[in-house]
């Protein structure tokens, strides 16, 4: 007696196939649009982000309806990221300070792709608010890991609170693409220095 088929009449096999496409296809509108916002923004063209991401414009707008769905999904999609590489480097790294400025390296790639982040969010406050929330959240807590990791090891001194660390980098990421002669990359090896600089002789 023949067996059932897999892609039979009950139709589990392709549904499973097609999320799984579904779910491709999304992550890699995620990627194209980060890469894209980089070089022109968050008002870039859709067509753009849909000729990096080999999709359709259908597509894009299928998972992500407005441009304001997208830009969040992207941002979200870069903290998780930023998020999950804490531990690994700190395990990877060759001390946990070599982790805490990679991860810091990171965090500001993170921070320099949010050209134009506010202006494309500024019909609806509150999905800018609840952005900044997560990130927080998700950031703070990898941000003190790391940061209490090089205490332990002696890399640094105590009493670097990580919010402040965070905000404070932030802030040197501020007129980065308003002035080309600044680089907030310098100022924060400055900073990072300053940290090693002070721990207990």
Not at 30 to 53: C, Y
Not at 78 to 89: H, K, V
Not at 154 to 179: A, F, H, K, Q, V
Request: with cysteine; charged share 20%.
């Amino acid at each position: 007696m023949p067996t059932e088929s897999p892609t039979g009449p009950s139709g589990k096999a392709p549904a499973r196939s097609k999320r799984a496409d579904a779910l491709r296809n999304q992550q890699a509108v995620l990627a194209a649009a980060a890469e894209v916002f980089v070089t022109s923004g968050v008002d870039a063209p859709i067509r753009q982000i849909a000729a990096r991401a080999g999709v359709g414009m259908a597509t894009i707008y299928r998972h992500f309806p407005t441009r304001a769905d997208l830009v969040t999904a992207v941002y979200r999609h870069q903290i998780e990221a930023c998020a999950e590489a804490g531990p690994n480097l700190l395990a990877d790294a060759d001390s946990p300070f070599d982790a805490l400025r990679q991860w810091i390296d990171l965090f500001v790639d993170f921070l320099v792709t949010k050209h134009g982040l506010a202006d494309a969010l500024q019909s609806d406050s509150n999905r800018f608010a609840a952005l900044h929330t997560y990130l927080v959240d998700r950031l703070e807590p990898v941000c003190a890991q790391l940061l209490d990791a090089a205490v332990d090891a002696g890399d640094i001194s105590p009493g670097t609170r990580p919010y402040e660390l965070m905000r404070g980098i932030g802030n040197l990421c501020i007129g980065r693409d308003t002035d080309p002669r600044y680089d907030p990359r310098h100022l924060i090896e400055l900073l990072l220095q300053g940290l090693r600089g002070s721990r207990a002789s």
